[in-house]
């Protein structure tokens, strides 16, 4: 099982989390991915100036932005269309 934690402090969800909450969740529903891959949330990744943030298990991408996360999860969940 993958887990996908998305930074949720007011740093990161200003900075574009708010929206990438809901790309990461379509994305999943898209490529039929709910049964391998869990989304939550967290309160601050304690990386705030490198924001927005999210955690592919183990691994913490920042800057993440709305126009590169399609690319960066089909990477990271090994989805090719």
Do not use: W
């Not at 304690?46 to 996360?69: Q, Y």
């Amino acid at each position: 099982m993958t887990t996908i934690t998305v930074c949720m402090g007011s740093s990161c969800f200003s900075r574009g989390n708010s929206v990438n909450a809901g790309i990461i969740s379509s994305f999943i529903q898209k490529h039929n991915l709910d049964a391998e891959v869990a989304i939550k949330g967290c309160l601050c990744e304690g990386e705030c100036r490198k924001g927005p943030n999210i955690r592919i298990n183990e691994t913490l991408f920042s800057a993440v932005s709305p126009e590169g996360l399609e690319d960066l999860l089909k990477h990271e969940l090994g989805v090719t269309e």
